[in-house]
């Protein structure tokens, strides 16, 4: 289990990390979901051990880690967000190193390769070299090298990025796969749709700050009137041409992302009226119509006002 | 230390290194390219190649029996090549920087060079045009140049067709001078009465007068001696070329090995060693004694071809060899950790290090020898460590010394070594700021 309590990180005078406590079970896979530069990577850094918080507490199955050479680091698997691999080796030598690094060695490494191969599904291309991969490849072999001492957690920070939907939705299968063989897993993405089929509970973090922690339906139900009205808008204004359309009453957001019109609205049936009034009115041209239930990228609207995209 | 990892790691650098050509070549071949080259323009591997001889151009306006036998000297002189040349063409050669030096010979030289050799009066006038960039072939010709119109002048004075006549002149002259000393005139009365008898004899039975033709000639002969390691080993210049030129790219894979450490920080590479249970003793040592391996072998291959291909043996103590090489093997993975700790991004490094490693590799005497530095040069060269390497292999290499010679370098390395490792353990973060 990982105990996460309190981390705080500055940097001068900025806060990166404010007070972020959660917990994560074996079996569960908890989602931090925010913004580029919202802190995800800085508190997996230091869930990691890869920076010291200013205060605050990681428990690592109960043991808190204690210098560069403690034992409980063997229970941890980091995914970087960077393809931290060796392009000009072959794949198998580039898992070698990180089994060997985990003082893996003889029949015990092999075993190991051959299973962290299974996982990335790359075995008929163990001696290729990694720079002859597709983007895809490179980040299934990423995961596969942080799982070659067996941890108990892994931390997944971005792992998808960049990567054809063949190797994301095998990306996605490897780790529901890992999650029922027990291992705790921390996946941070500004994904929504990843969080939503991934993850058991969601931490949604907004400039350092845990603005939710819940499970997926919990966080769901924060807010459970809300309602996202999509516009089709042919002849859309240039900055601030939404201003007037956010002060309708019942309107808490207003989002263009340059071909659809997303007006977040407590009330469907009292506020769509007045949102089609006033782009009448307004003399915009609209070409379709259509509302959906909230998902979590409008929970992250609704929570802080932005865009996950546009934060 | 976790052993496993820290063989891992070893073993990574040394495939990586080796997978990449461009690191390879710049690491054998190029010491081997560039210290050929200097090796052969310093003197070659036999060092019995005839020097590069002194373009000189000859302009004789006098174009007497005696200004004739002074540039057919010249031109017989092995240090020079000689060629006569109108005033103009000469004047325009030295300065396109074909010609290194014009001799001009003035009018009535003959005449005026015998006569002032006893008497006070006018001098001609040898007039050197040359080529400002080759100051020190000015005095080479200066010199050859004094030797053999002494050589000629005074045979001419003292034994030729015109020296009675000169000796005749010279007698009146000292006669009627006035302000002349009366012992000195009589002494050189005496001087100049027995150089005509010794004239007359010379001419009527050259053998009875003991031959030589008369004049003056060097007093002396001389006789070199290269002292090298033993009698009968030849000087290598190749062996002072190949120590220097070893020296400057091993630094040069130095800084290529702490460069590599900041490409793998930049790429996350690190957050993966930091996240597995290893020290930074296991980091900083791999990558040392990785680069140390490297540099060893670059120094064995690098003079296993200057031994095979130029005949650059050690003259001197093996061991001390061997041990000069580690020790600089060493001293430079050290040097490249520095770069690895101290430098932030791979590209505002790369410049710096290549710098100081210039300097470094300058003031160490890779590209000259130490000793040709102004004195002051020579003792600040001993602060840095590759004067102490590039004087350990001269002396391991052709100056034939033992182990005892060798033992100062390095004793000097190893200590350059601790400092710079010293210092990158204590600089080490495993973070960029």
Redesign the interface.
Known sequence: MLEVTGLHKRYGALVAVEEVTFVARPGEMVGLLGPNGAGKTTTVSMIAGLLKPDRGEVRIAGGVVRGETDPVKLRIGLVPQEIALHDELPARENLALFGAIYGLRGATLSKAMDAAFDVAGLADRAKDKVGTFSGGMKRRLNLAAALMHSPTILLLDEPTVGVDPQSRNQIFASLEELKRHGKTLVYTTHYMEEAERLCDRIIIIDHGKVIANDTLAAVHKLIPSVNVLEIGVENAGTDGWLDGLRTLPGVTAAEWDGSVLRVTMRDLLACSPSVLVWLRDHAYTCSFLGSQRADLETVFLTLTGRSVRNA | M?Y??F???VK?DL??FF??RRAVIMSFVAPIAIATFFGYIFGGAANDRPPSKIEVAVVNLDNSDIARKVVAAMAADATLNVKDRALEEARESVRGGKTTVAVVVPTGFSDQATRALFRSGGKPDIQLLYDPSHATEVQVVRGVLMQHAMEVISREAMSGPSSQRLLDDSLRDSNGSKGMNPADQATLRRMLEGVGAWNQRQAASPAAAGGGGGGFTMPYTMTQEAVTARQGVKYNSMAHSFAGMCVQFILFMGIDAGMVVLYQRR???W??????????YTVIGSRATSAAIVAMLIMLAVFGFARVVFGVHVEGSFAGFLGVCLAFAIMTSTFGLLVAVFGKTPEATRGIAILVTLILVMLGGSWVPAFIFPQWLQTVSFAVPTRWAVDGLDAMLWRGSGFDAAVGPIVALLAFAAVFGALAVWRFR??TD
């Open positions: 976790s496993p990892a063989q891992a790691l990574r495939r990586l997978m990449d790429s996350g590479l957050k993966r060693m930091q996240a597995a249970p290893i020290s930074r495993w973070e």
